[in-house]
């Protein structure tokens, strides 16, 4: 007999804890859109040669900031006859930004047809998202977003959706998938959104990082 009345107590446990679960889980999926579907990017810019030659200087390290004018190297341009004297030229940043990857070497031969570095402006990062169709109906521009980033488990950023995306994923893909069998898997299909953050509560943010996101509805 005891051990019926301690068998059916640890059931009542479970079952009012597995009531409140469902509850707790119904009310955060009613109030809010959830995905782990989304990274920290930044608009990436390709910095080229101004002409073909020899990378006789560059200024910038991996990690440095630059503004938009600045002589980011210099380019020493073959001399097109064996008589006219070499000619310099400087790499002009763009924009404002900082230097994400540096492929070039000091006195290497380099082309304005191949990038020497990858650069990015680190204050302008931005959230891109992954939603679900059957979810999109529900984000609205100017929802408020609740972030937390995997590299800071402590930290939760705010923001809120600046841009619903105007096509799935899919057909953006270069290689769209095809039907040659004649059977249909419906397949859920992904839009992107852009969510803006609010600030980066003094956390260092790089493109990438994966994000787990909280949309309000």
């Known amino acids: 007999m005891k051990k019926k009345v301690i068998l059916l107590t640890v059931l009542v446990l479970i079952l009012l804890g597995g009531g409140a679960g469902g509850t707790y889980y119904y009310a955060i999926a009613s109030k809010y859109i959830s995905t782990e579907d ?12 101004p002409g073909a030659g020899k990378l006789i200087e560059w200024n910038y390290k991996e990690g440095d900031s630059f503004k938009k004018g600045d002589v980011l190297g210099i380019v020493e341009t073959v001399p097109a006859h064996g008589n006219t004297p070499a000619q310099t030229q400087d790499i002009i940043a ?18 304005s047809s191949s990038a020497i570095a990858m650069s990015a402006n680190l204050d302008q990062l931005y959230i891109s998202a992954n939603l679900q169709e059957t979810e999109i109906a529900d984000a609205k521009v100017g929802n408020p977003v609740t972030i937390t980033v995997d590299a800071y488990p ?22 769209p ?33 994966n994000v787990t996101v909280k949309i309000e509805k």
């Open 177 to 209: 998938s095809s039907n040659a069998s004649g059977n249909f898997t419906k397949v859920i299909q992904r839009i992107p959104v852009r969510i803006a953050l609010d600030s980066y509560q003094g956390q260092r943010l790089v493109p990438g990082l």
């Open 154 to 175: 402590g930290a939760v950023l705010t923001g809120h959706v600046e841009r619903l995306g105007l096509g799935t994923n899919a057909s953006f893909s270069l290689l």
């Open 38 to 49: 989304a990274r920290i990017q930044g608009d990436l810019r390709a910095i080229y040669p």
């Open 94 to 111: 763009p924009e404002e930004g900082t230097i994400l990857q540096f492929n070039g070497i000091q006195d290497q031969m380099v082309s």
